[in-house]
Structure formats: structure tokens, C-alpha cells
């Protein structure tokens, strides 16, 4: 029974770690909740009526959720500068009630400064938001010169009650948000071995669901993958070790990566693009028989079972037991006289799971320390060498430097959207008021909160309509919950705190349901202030509607950058990203200098993230052009094709120094010349319509390799796989040119 309880809250910790890596958005909502709920005691206890209580729950939440910074010694002199920002805002807010036309100007100019700020890094942005919210906390408990001593004391204590929360209560090292991380990426890594070993047994009916799922988690891993990436720096001590953990990471992220496309060839007489796995609703391929249908497919299932026990099982207790024989089972599969006699295809897949096997070994030492070797077979010895020898290899290199913020034209994007915020918000002040003398600071609230992580037209569009269809759903859970709560005060603040822990765990996933509960929550807090009405909700709605729509104007209007702009810019910097981890790939393969490949691949995993969510505005259902849409989604698959064969070759680039056995081949540098020079041609395009470079076309790589299978290459296996992902980025690169309408120059040969 123990034993039994004991697998079920592992099993249950994988699931949470899977579902948020890091525990990184309930940390946030139990941190926030904490700083309110002790707030709320705090202030109880010293006899504070509802409105202080109303105030130190909102300077609380505010002070918890506006520190963004990675290390405690930043977060805690953040937090120090942030209470004397917000007690001079409260106190102007409080002095400026009175004097509308000078409260307002003030209003403006204070949105003006705070969004600059962003240009500073996350102490400039925090310290901005504490002094727009606290601004806004004293308009909304109508805050006068008389009740500032007590408004004073409930933002103090918030402050305080913040600072516990956050380095008492619930506290968050690097380190120990970096471990969640890992804990999170093998929980994520093996989630998608069951979702390949569903695609292996899913019939003829159930393949596209099972593809979907195969997709969606193949993303996920590739975002914890990423958000280990930028927890590297601060969660380690020693660069060497930082360096070796984001090898073993990118080692375990392609190889299942590449074992899911084996399977889905060996599911089809046809080999699988990675488009497949990328683009929703590519169709999967078929050729006939399914040769991996047969008696192969029960081994190919123990085989895949086994690799999902060996990524979850708790270090030390393998050894002596029958999941070290699994785990040399599985590493037998890379030698040739250890693959069983099947079709080609089928074998490719076991090379697969050997390799993720291997993948996953190193990613153990590399998280876990050094295991027991007792049991070692003479393939399970090699494979230790084999990540030995790479990690001896892996020596420091001085880190890049990092970029600043480019302008876009003359101006600086923070100076842009600080400008485009101020209009937008004179505007919503003035059409707020004349909704309403009491409540237009939500027109203006909604305004600021649309322009947050937005840099183009179509961005704050469509966060506007998020916003809106949120609150107008949060109205009539408001209007229930207020029904509900009736005079219960305690009642009231309990739901609130809910709803608040529910906002922050949902606001990275669904910016919709965020506002759902932040209006379902002022529902209740109109109540506690007994100056709620069905009519107070309704005008939230409008107000809403018309900050939103000023926000649209102001960013379409006044300076604005057009999603199509913004989009092509962060097109063209992938596209050069993606040139640049190529040429250096191909030229180390080839004999060239050492290159720091994988901080390279995980820049262009970054910048093709941004771009992604830049084309949200388009591949959004609201948005009018089908045509754009499905061009959107199309480039963005192919792009992310590119990408997964970028970082396959910079981690096969990485292995020529740690391996005497693999030699480098100049003949492969000719080879990537012409995708090098087809990815910039296609970024020249972008950038200008009229330049001069072209497309060339020519004989495909695909005729450098013998016809048959990876079993009977025409060169040495390293350098056929180098060639496979170079024939799978040429076909991905000469795609991108169709949709992109690059000029096309026929080779002559």
C-alpha cells in the first residue's frame, strides 16, 4: 500500500511539474495570495475599516506580482525603491482628487513615465507599473488628503506582508527554480514517449488525434526546453556546468524529436517531412502497407515502455534491478549487430530509441551526478565514453554580449509605446468621464493594460478583444457571485483570494480568462465597498469597450507599427539567425574552427518564438483574410522545420571535438553554401522587395546520398545524417521562398 501511495504522488508530481514547469505560475499564485491574505490579517487585527482592507489587498497584489527579476538581492531592492514610488503616488493621487484637469494631466504624464521605464529593464518596468497601479488604487477607494495616514499604513503593511510572502512563505531561488525546470522537462520528455507509443498503436482512425497529440507535446518540451535556457545563467554556479546541462537538454529534445519522426515513417512507406509534426492538419504520410503494423510493433511498444521507465525512474534505483538491463537493452540498439531483423524503417526506429536512450542517460548524469556502472554492458560502457569524452570537451567560452534595444526608425520601441499610451489614455480619460464622473479610470486602466508585451497594431487588437470578451464574462459571474456573497464580508474576501490565485495561475495561458476573474473579482470588491449595482458592472463592460478601442487607435494612429512591419522585421531577424547557425553548423562539420553552436540554435529558437507570437493578429479566428492566416501558420511550420534541423546539425557539430571517431567533411561545406545563401536571399527579400539576390535552384542533396536507407549510406553515418538534415533544410528553405514570393534563379548545370 505504500508502496502504491507512494507511486501515485510521484505520478501526481510528474503531472503538475508537466503541466507547469518550474511550478513557476503556482508559485506566483500562492505567493500573491499569501501577501493579500496576511495583508488583510495584518490590517484586521489593527482595527483598519473595509476600505483599508480593500487598499492594502491591492497595494499587496500589486507589490507581489510587479517584481519580475530572477535574483532574491534585485527582487528585494526592487521592492525597497517600489513602497516610497507608491507612497508618493497615493499621496499625489490623494492631493490631485480634487483639481480634475490637473489629476489628469498628472494621470498622463505618469502612464508617459511609467511605460518609458520598460527601456531600464525589470526594475524600471516595476517600479512604473507600482507607481500607475497605487495611482490607480487611490482613485479607486476615492483616496482624500484626510484618509492618506491610513492609506500610508495599509500600503506599508502590504509592502511588508509582500516581502514575507515572497522570501519566507514561498520562496524562489534560481537554483531552485532552475531544479523544477529539469524536473519539469523529464516529466515533459516522458509524457511524449506515451504520446508516441499511442501514435504506434493508434488505428487508422485514431492517427490524426494521436499526431495532434505527438505535436502538442513536442512543443511543450521545446518551451520547457527554452525556459531552462533562460534559467541557465542564474540557477548555476559554474558556467562549465551551465554549459553541459543546456547540451544535455538540446541532446534529449532532438532525439525525441527524431524518434517521433521514425515512427511516423515507419508508419508509411514514405520517409516523414517534420513539417508533419510542426503544422496542424498536415495530413500523415501513407504509402501502403504499415510495415511497423506487424510483429515488430510489440517489441517496438516494450522498447518505447521502457525508455518512458528509464526517463522517470528516481535516481538509485536502478541499480541491480531489471531497469539496468532495460537500460542496456536500449543502448544495445545502437550497435548494428543488436538491431533485429526487420524492415529498414523499423530499424531506423529502434536506432531511435537507442539514441534517446543514450540521450537519456547523459541528461541523468548531467542532472543527478555520476551512476553506478556495475552493470554495464560493453554498449552501455561505450555510451558512458562516448558523454565523457563530450563532457571534457566542453570547456567556457565568454559569453556574447547582450543586444540592446533597437530602434524602429528614429525611436525606440519603449519611447514609441510610451507616446502611443499617453494619447491613448488622454483619450479614454476623456471619453471615460463622459461615461461616467466616478468610474472613468477603467477606460484608462484597460488602455494601459492592452499596450503590456504588445509592439504592433494587430497585438493590441487582439488583446483588446481578449480583454473585452473576458470581462463581459466576468460581469455575469460578478452579478452571480455578488448575489451570492451578499453582506458576508469574510465570505467576500475568501472568493476574492480564490479568484486571484485563479487570475495569476491562468495568466500565461489565457489572457481571456485572466480577465474573467479579475472582473468576477471587482464584483465582489464593489460589494465589500457597498457601491455595487448591475449598473456599476454593465458600465465596467463599456468602459472596458472604450479603453480597448482607444488603445486600437492611439497604437494605429499615433506611430504606429503595423503587424505586417512588425512581423517582417522578426522574419528577417529569424531568417539570419537561422543562416548564421547553419554556416557555422556546416563549417565545423566541414573542419572549420569551434563555434558556440547551441547558444546560437537556442537565439534562433527565441527569435522564432517572438515571431510566433507576433503572428497571433493573423492566425487569430477574428481575423478577416483566411488567405494570410493559413500563409501565416504555413511559414511559421516551416520555419520551425528549419529550426529542428538547424539544432540537429549544431549538436552534431559539437560532437567532432569529443569524438576521434568522427571525422569532419570538407565536401559537406559546398553542399550548405547554397542553403546558406537561399536563407539570406529570402531575408534580403524581406527586408527589401527590390534587392538584387535571388533564390537558386539546383540539383537536389538528396542525389548526394546512395538511394536506399540511413542502414547502407553512401558515406559515413554522421556525415548521411548531416546530409539528411541538410536535403530536409533545403526542401523547408526552398518552400518558405513560394509563400515569401522570393525571385527564383534556376542553376544551370
Partial sequence: MRTAGRSVRAELRDRLAASDPGLLRLAAGLRTVLAITLSLAASALAGADVTLLVAAAMAAMVATFAIREKQRGRQAGTLALGLPVALVSVSLG???GAHIVAGDLFFVALIFCAVYGRRYGDRGTALGLIGFQIYFLSLFVHATVPTLPGLYGAIVVAFVCSALARFVLVPQTPAGTLDRLRRAFRARLAQLVGAQIELLDAGPEEVDKALEVVRVRTARLHETALLIQGRLEDGTSDEAVARLLQRRIADAEIAAERLGLMLLTARSAERADTLTLHLPGAPLPFGGELPVRDEWAAELRRALEALRLLVLRPVGKDTGTGLARLRNRLLGYREEENLPDAPSAVQDVFRGIGEAARAVLGLRIALDGPQDE?????????????????????????????????????LRPTTRAAVQVAVGSALAMVGGELLSGNRWYWAVLTCWIVFINTASTGEILVKGYRRVLGTVFGVVAGIGLAGLVGHHTWTAFGLVLLLIFAMFYTAPLSYTLMSFFVTAMLGLLYTLLNTYSTSVLVLRVEETALGAACGVFAAAVVLPVHTDRRTNELLAGVLNRLADVTRAAVDQLSGGPPADLLDRARELDQALAELRASTQPLTHPIAPQRSRRNTARYVVALLETCAYHARSLAATAELLPAYPSIAADPRLRGVGQRIVHNIEAIAGHITDPHAGSRVETGPSIASLLKPGTLATPHYDRVTDRVLRHLQRLDEAVMGLARPLRAPLEPRKL
Fill in 94 to 96: 490623494a492631493l490631485l
Fill in 374 to 410: 556495475s552493470a554495464d554492458t560493453p554498449a552501455t560502457a561505450r555510451s558512458r565514453e562516448e558523454l565523457d569524452a563530450e563532457d571534457a570537451a566542453i570547456g567556457g567560452e565568454e559569453e556574447g554580449e547582450r543586444e540592446e534595444e533597437q530602434p524602429i526608425g528614429r
